[in-house]
């Protein structure tokens, strides 16, 4: 059961609240053979986000027998590992894929740096070495987050609405994953009864359990291909989370969402407070964010002869209010039914597709489905609610999409082997009704009309 | 708009979902019986704009996308789609929700010019219905608006 634990708390990863946690959990979720472990939930492409079963950690990627480390889950050996090397805080790979060791102590000498990498060598086995590690100075050491991971865990009870406990090393906190807000508030009000600091400990909110929520309801953190829509009720789907260059990336920096130009209601006018909702309006949803900044309009020459007004892209930018939780990176992968069961990363050093390459989109109203890039960078007229404009150079794929997947998120899934993956495609627009044929403003078009403003790889 | 016209439909219809049959199931025929799609005006020409209606006498949410609807003309007894028009603009994928008792309107195109005189109707493109779970069931051209006449303009007309 120690084991089941481990994963339990591995398994906080991928839905996180923290905007930045995705990218620096997969990185450093662990050592050698939990790497492996995790491969799966923390891979690129279609991750299952669920905890895996409860299989031991060691057997279930070798096969091979539980050693003297049988005894002792992950989280007690980390714990353990104080008494051998004072101010020790856990062990990690960062972004770079460099081993880190996460110290609490500035005294921390090169004796405890060597003990530390004794034990990684042990458990991680003999293809791992290791042997200079960067430190990474934090506040608490493993081991007083260990204390008040189990002063939690003896605290909480039937229906307290938590969905996952563990020590994330990474932000040096233990980690509480609750279902509603309300849970969270409830726990964080008794932390100094039960002895445990405010400052050691990271909500994680999950408004539902994955699995049991479509693209049509609540779900937290925001992702890719829900559900969205706004005070004009044109109800359309939440595209790519993004940062902006000018307002910060990473960190508490502000985060935004692309999605269809013509899902406002006032298309065509600059930014208007128009506010936008998940899954829908109070109340069936709850507010996300609100229109931040949109494509202006061209006219005359600018535009094909006769064809005025244009625009160079069907796409507008939401900011995300400060208390939404937001998967940054991430789109949701759902069954057929619309379940979600977890995400793809898009975050890709590579963007755009070519004529023939193979797509996916993931509409609120559709679902997923895929298709391959027929036409590129053609100029035509699209119809929204507030106006019609032509909108240059767009691209079409034809995936299955219908009113409401307006401002979905169209991508290259990772694909092992191929470097090119994963990317960002585009957002999806709009449907020719006389052909059938869908068409999407490429995210080429996006960075040319906001400058390159936005962050997304 | 006011327009002359030299001759009268002589039976328009007015009823949405009353101008004959449709080739959905019934369940939806059903559901489509107790909203409205009405176009604003009663009479149009070629080559105007259509709006339409939509008023949800439901006691759910409905959604609708009016733009590119097939449009469809009565003739020797029964009605019979036209084939899009090739040069109509491109549906922005969206959808308009209308809550329970609330009405909106939305353009459901330009009518192609020319265009023979006569009773028309359009089935609206894109109309859904909350469904399990939170999702949303879609029933394209199942929803069918009220019927409208297409007349020349006469001489003189605004």
Known sequence: ?457 | MIRSVSWVAAALCTATASCGSSSTSPNINRVAETLRAEPVETVYAPGDTVRITFRNTRATDIYVNPCGSSLERFASGGWVSLPPDPAAPNCGDTSHLIHPGETWTGSAGALKSPLSPGTYRYRIRFFALPGANGGIDVFPFALISAGFLVGPLATGAN
């Open chain 1, 1 to 457: 059961m120690k084991h089941n634990q481990t994963i339990l708390a591995a398994g906080l990863l991928p839905g996180t609240s923290d905007p930045l946690a995705a990218r620096r959990a997969c990185p450093a979720r662990l050592l050698g053979i939990l790497m492996a472990v995790f491969a799966t939930a923390c891979s690129p492409g279609d991750q299952p986000v669920a905890p895996p079963s409860s299989t031991p950690v060691r057997s279930a990627v070798s096969g091979a027998t539980l050693t003297a480390v049988a005894h002792r889950n992950f989280r007690e050996q980390l714990a353990a590992l104080d008494s051998a090397a004072p101010g020790f805080a856990g062990v990690f790979f960062d972004d770079a894929g460099q081993l880190t060791v996460a110290v609490a102590t500035d005294g921390f000498d090169a004796a405890s740096v060597a003990r530390v990498m004794e034990w990684v060598h042990e458990y991680s086995g003999p293809t791992r070495v290791v042997t200079r590690p960067n430190l990474r100075r934090v506040a608490h050491r493993y081991v007083e987050l260990y204390g008040a991971y189990q002063s939690i865990r003896d605290h909480l009870w039937s229906g307290d609405n938590v969905v996952a406990l563990g020590i994330e090393e990474t932000s040096n906190k233990v980690v509480v994953g609750v279902r509603t807000a309300t849970a969270r508030a409830s726990i964080a009000a008794k932390l100094p009864d039960w002895g445990v600091s405010a400052d050691m400990v990271r909500f994680e909110q999950r408004d539902a359990a994955l699995g049991e929520t479509t693209l049509n309801q609540t779900f937290r953190p925001a992702r890719g291909g829900l559900m969205i829509n706004n005070q004009d009720n044109n109800p359309c789907t939440l595209g790519f989370n993004v940062y902006n260059w000018n307002t910060g990336i990473g960190g508490s920096s502000p985060l935004y969402f692309f999605t269809a130009g013509h899902c406002s209601g006032t298309w065509g006018q600059p930014p208007a407070q128009t506010i936008y909702y998940q899954p829908g309006n109070s109340p069936t949803g709850s507010r996300v964010g609100v229109e931040y900044a949109t494509v202006p309009v061209h006219s005359g020459g600018y535009c094909p002869s006769g064809h005025s007004p244009c625009m160079d892209a069907d796409v507008l930018v939401v900011q995300y209010d400060d208390t939404v939780s937001v998967h940054y990176g991430a789109v949701a992968n759902v069954d057929a039914s619309k379940n979600i069961t977890g995400y793809f990363n898009v975050q890709g050093t590579t963007t755009g597709a070519f004529v023939g390459q193979v797509v996916t989109m993931v509409g609120q109203v559709s679902g997923k489905s895929t298709a391959t890039v027929r036409q590129t960078c053609m100029d035509q007229l699209v119809s929204g609610p507030a106006g019609a404009y032509w909108i240059l150079c767009q691209d079409s794929a034809d995936y299955s999409s219908t009113g409401g997947d307006s401002g979905s998120p169209v991508f290259i899934p990772y694909t092992p082997g191929n470097p090119y993956t994963p990317a960002i495609v585009g957002i999806h627009s709009s449907v020719s009704t006389s052909t059938g044929h869908k068409w999407y403003t490429p995210i080429s078009q996006i960075d040319f009309v906001f400058g390159g403003a936005y962050y997304y790889w």
